[in-house]
C-alpha cells in the first residue's frame, strides 16, 4: 500500500507541474526561469530520494550480514566479500542519480 501511495504522488506531482515547465509564453526569460527552477527542483528531488533509497538498501544489507556473522563466524569472510560488493553496487546507483541530476542542471546552465 505504502507502495503505491508513492507512486501515486509522484505521478501527482508530475501531472501538476508539467502543465508549468511546458507552458509556453510570449517572453523568452520568463519560460526560461521556470524551466530552469523544475530543472533545478527535479535535481535536487533525484539526488534526494537517490539517497534515501540506497541508506535504506544499504542499512539493510549491513544488517542482514551481522545477523549471519552472528549466527555462523566462521563464515564471516565470504559475508564480507559478498558484503562489500554488494554494498559497491548499491552505491554505484546513487553515484549515477548523481550524474544525472548534475546532467539536468548542466542542460540549463544552472551548474558549471
Not at 533525484?46 to 544499504?58: R, S
Amino acid at each position: 500500500m505504502k507502495k503505491l501511495s508513492v507512486v501515486l504522488l509522484v505521478l501527482m506531482m508530475m501531472f501538476v507541474f508539467a502543465p508549468i515547465v511546458f507552458a509556453e509564453t510570449g517572453a523568452e526569460g520568463a519560460n526560461a526561469s521556470s524551466v530552469k527552477a523544475m530543472a533545478a527542483i527535479g535535481g535536487g528531488l533525484a539526488i534526494g530520494i537517490a539517497a534515501l533509497g540506497t541508506g535504506i538498501g544499504q542499512g539493510i544489507g549491513l544488517s542482514k550480514a551481522c545477523e549471519g556473522v552472528a549466527r555462523n563466524p566462521g563464515a564471516s569472510g565470504k559475508v564480507m566479500v559478498i558484503l562489500i560488493v554488494g554494498l559497491g553496487m548499491i552505491e554505484s546507483l546513487c553515484l549515477y542519480a548523481f550524474l544525472l541530476s548534475l546532467g539536468m542542471l548542466k542542460n540549463q546552465n544552472l551548474f558549471f
